[in-house]
């Protein structure tokens, strides 16, 4: 690494390190990180796996939990040969990896204090955790915001307020956790099932966590990995949802849940070590209690909560409910999410029996949505490829194996009658810039293929530039080159865009 000249003067420590040097990859470990992973769970929590693939033989670096797990992995499998041949299918050599550590800036030491500090002061005021992929966290926060409103923001006849809130949110690489809270626990179970039932949003999440059965909560256990065991078996004896319904603490069925999930294996572990007089019973299934454990912050600070299990693990996170092909449920989520956002979903009921051109159609998805959802009596869907077998199957679509340019020409000339005429303009073609998309909708318009009133939706996508603010700014200039002759226009980044993508909306 290069040095600022302010610190090439700070000496380096010979540190003890929590890092393994893993040598000697095959090409099975290299394509699937996750068997290093599993190899090395028995030793200690896995923070990070970093492989490096520069040399003629890759080799990895391990990051564990502590110290003493790196030293116990490096200690028994090089006193044992046996135990070491199990893992020749993986690597060759492991060796303790000597790291060469500068003492920390105060700074940076405070400023990590006072992240920790604000995490664990959301976590005690939340009682909904969702996780969701970092690059997702602005736009989960907003549908999470609206659903308040879907929920209804409102006070009932006792004084209760109904109401769903983003006290904020954690800062991690790859995945980040929102921290929500809920007036009451039926809100909390109202916006779970509403992010469920939604596609394009459940295929997003990875997991939600309630905290303390969705009530109002304030004292969550804040603890380390080492002492998550101890902990738990105190919650299990002092908890109110146990004694308060007189049950019996030795005969509760505790599901784990946690964040990262590798903390589980080495949670369940410490337990059994701990537990010694069987008070606990780990169960994944028909649990009657849920111990969540979140980590905070990378390898510090845990929050742990022991409630009422109320079935969140049933929702089926991470995945799209439907029986079609991949790429045709991934095509879909976008227009889906469109007509489930613009005008409060009214524009589906509006626009059925209508025309639509569908730009830049394979494998069809949209076509298809457009057939079965908004019921359009007539989609020219135009694409030089071939569309998928189920959407040439539907009597309504007409596939137009050409380009958008020839396509046009080809409807000019014979959408004479103002019944035929198209009424909804979609386009998610891939393009190399924005203007390039609009010019077809107006070409379209131009050249009389247009009803009065139609509707367009346009994924602008932009491939120059990853800058949020430059992509805003360019997928504003679009829509202002579309105001003199459309109206009702929205500009949507939607949870199926890509970051570099946004949607518009309008009507000409």
Not at 73 to 78: A, H, K, P, W
Not at 154 to 173: A, D, F, H, M, Q
Not at 241 to 265: C, E, K, L, M
Request: proline residues 4%.
């Amino acid at each position: 690494h290069r040095l600022s000249k302010d610190r090439r003067s700070v000496p380096l420590l010979m540190a003890p390190s929590r890092c393994v040097f893993v040598g000697g990859l095959t090409p099975n470990c290299v394509k699937s990180p996750d068997l290093l992973e599993s190899a090395f769970a028995r030793y200690g929590q896995v923070e990070q796996i970093s492989i490096k693939k520069k040399n003629a033989m890759p080799y990895a670096f391990v990051t564990f939990s502590s110290i003493d797990s790196a030293s116990r992995v490096v200690e028994e499998l090089s006193e044992t040969d046996g135990e070491m041949e199990k893992y020749r299918h993986l690597f060759r050599v492991l060796e303790p990896a000597h790291l060469s550590e500068r003492p920390r800036r105060k700074q940076d030491v405070e400023k990590e204090k006072a992240e920790v500090a604000r995490l664990v002061d959301l976590a005690r005021r939340c009682n909904v955790i969702v996780q969701v992929p970092t690059t997702h966290v602005g736009r989960i926060t907003d549908y999470v915001q609206k659903s308040s409103d879907a929920i209804g923001t409102s006070t009932s006849e006792s004084g209760t307020t109904y109401e769903v809130r983003v006290l904020g949110s954690s800062n991690r690489k790859d995945e980040s956790l929102l921290f929500v809270h809920c007036s009451c626990p039926t809100v909390a179970q109202e916006l779970l099932r509403s992010l469920a039932n939604t596609a394009y949003i459940s295929r997003i999440i990875k997991k939600t966590y309630v905290l303390g059965d969705g009530e109002t909560y304030s004292d969550a256990t804040l603890c380390t990995i080492d002492s998550v065991a101890s902990e738990a078996l105190e919650l299990v004896a002092k908890s109110e949802t146990i004694t308060r319904n007189g049950a019996d603490p030795t005969a509760i069925r505790i599901r784990i849940s946690s964040f990262p999930p590798n903390v589980a294996q080495k949670l369940i572990s410490s337990i059994e070590e701990v537990d010694v007089d069987n008070t606990i019973s780990l169960s994944p299934t028909k649990a009657s209690h849920t111990l969540s454990v979140i980590e905070l912050a990378s390898g510090g600070a845990y929050i742990l909560d022991l409630s009422q299990d109320i079935g969140t693990d049933d929702y089926s996170w991470g995945t799209a409910s439907t029986t079609k092909s991949d790429r045709i449920c991934r095509a879909q989520h976008k227009i889906a999410e469109v007509f489930h956002r613009y005008r409060g979903g009214m524009l589906i009921n509006e626009l059925q029996g209508c025309v639509a051109i569908d730009c830049g159609s394979s494998p069809g998805g949209w076509s298809l949505f457009l057939a079965e959802q908004v019921k359009c009596r007539r989609i020219h869907s135009v694409d030089p490829a071939e569309l998928a077998q189920e959407v040439i199957d539907r009597e309504a679509v007409s596939h137009l194996q050409m380009t958008i340019e020839k396509a046009i020409d080809t409807l000019s000339q014979s959408l004479v009658d103002e019944n035929d005429k198209i009424g909804l303009f979609v386009s998610d073609m891939c393009l190399h810039d924005m203007p390039e998309q609009v010019d077809r909708l107006l070409e379209a318009r131009e050249k009389g293929l247009l009803c009065k009133g139609a509707y367009f939706i346009l994924t602008l996508k932009n491939v120059r530039s990853k800058a949020k603010a430059t992509i805003d700014q360019r997928a504003a200039e679009q829509a202002k080159r579309l105001e003199p002759i459309a109206e009702e226009i929205d500009m949507l980044f939607l949870i199926s865009n890509k970051p570099s993508e946004r949607t518009i909306v309008g009507r000409v």
